[in-house]
């Protein structure tokens, strides 16, 4: 079966400095992964999401990037940080089809102090 | 623009009570999905509603979907306690797009609460 992992669960960053997140997806090949930001008690912002390894799409302009370097892998990052820049953040997978269902990690709690 | 609209955005329930969910979609879609989020936690998934007039049942919760209206339902019949969380419809716009977009535009998501 299939399974996404999503490290770190939590994460408190002073403003300025970089960030790294990282999405894995086991038991399945080539599928669409998703970058969604979710500002506290607010919806789901979708972020980035990538079709295939080093094709990522932006949704939204802002302080962040994205890279798929390896098929199952998906990286969330940004060289300074700012306060705005805090949220839940949550990866998730999906496969090309009629059904394009997404399946969520288990999200990253960002602080930005 | 694509948008995903769901009202109310707040509904505190009783238990025992029915109540429904609605989800309005700006273009043709028909593909959409409802989610479960609890406090703190990620989202699980609760149904894909994949053609019109599709309705998908499970336990208290049902969904439903019109194309036409470009509106989904999700109904809730007696209401307890354990139903409490934020649910979001989320709707796949790829004829938008000449074909697959392989992505989703959430709802702003309704948070429930049941009152005993």
């Known amino acids: 079966s299939q399974t996404i992992h999503q490290w770190p669960a939590t994460l408190v960053q002073p403003v300025g400095s970089p960030l790294s997140l990282e999405c894995t997806v086991e038991g399945t090949s080539n599928p669409n992964l998703y970058w969604y930001r979710q500002a506290a008690g607010r919806g789901l912002q979708l972020l980035f999401y990538s079709v295939g390894i080093g094709q990522i799409s932006s949704e939204v302009p802002q302080n962040l990037s994205a890279s798929r370097p390896q098929d199952r892998q998906f990286i969330l990052s940004s060289k300074k940080l700012l306060l705005s820049d805090s949220g839940f953040y949550l990866c998730?997978?999906?496969?090309?089809?009629?059904?394009?269902?997404?399946?969520f990690g288990q999200g990253t709690r960002l602080t930005v102090v | 623009e694509l948008k995903v609209e769901q009202n109310p955005l707040f509904l505190s329930m009783q238990e025992g009570k029915n109540y429904t969910i609605y989800c309005n979609y700006s273009?043709?879609?028909?593909?959409l999905y409802w989610y479960r989020q609890d406090p703190g936690k990620s989202l699980e998934s609760l149904f894909v509603l994949l053609s019109n007039g599709a309705v998908k049942q499970e336990g208290r919760l049902m969904a439903s979907l019109d194309t036409k209206a470009r509106l989904s339902t999700l109904h809730i019949t007696a209401a307890v306690h354990d139903l409490s969380a934020t649910y979001f419809c989320a709707v796949d716009f790829y004829l938008n797009y000449g074909g697959a977009t392989n992505k989703l535009i959430f709802g702003t998501g309704t948070l429930l609460a049941v009152q005993p």
């Open positions: 998730a997978w999906s496969v090309t089809g009629l059904n394009t269902e997404a399946f």
């Open positions: 273009t043709t879609s028909d593909r």
